[in-house]
């Protein structure tokens, strides 16, 4: 059985820090390229920031680039994404996406395959 678990979220103040894990299960991670998304209320799910499989290729959203940084280990089954200078817009449930690929990064929802229960990141001003 497949699993994707983030976690790393919270409730932080504009211009900190965190850092998002989402844990891979039940797949040979290291053929997967991956991404996260977010959701914030009332709006669609958007690309965030994409990595391929071995970690030497990533995309970015444009309102995330130079503040967020996508990462994995592959030896513990794990994707990270670290979020620098937060801004209140942050807020939303942060996704994670597993997409069977050892080719390249992908920024579209409906190219993955798999997806995460989402964890809550909320950024007050």
């Known amino acids: 059985q497949v699993q994707l678990v983030e976690s790393g979220g919270g409730l932080v103040q504009a211009g900190v820090s965190l850092r998002l894990s989402c844990a891979v299960s039940g797949l040979s991670f290291s053929s997967y390229a991956m991404g996260w998304f977010r959701q914030a209320p009332g709006k669609e799910r958007e690309f965030v920031a994409a990595i391929n499989w071995s970690g030497g290729s990533t995309r970015y959203a444009d309102s995330v680039k130079g503040r967020f940084a996508i990462s994995r280990d592959n030896a513990k089954n794990t994707v990270y994404l670290q979020m620098n200078s937060l801004k209140p817009e942050d807020t939303a449930v942060y996704y994670c996406?597993?997409?069977?690929?050892?080719?390249?990064?992908?920024?579209?929802?409906?190219?993955?395959?798999?997806w995460g229960q989402g964890t809550q990141v909320t950024v007050s001003s």
């Open positions: 996406a597993a997409k069977l690929s050892r080719v390249a990064t992908f920024a579209r929802e409906n190219e993955y395959d798999y």
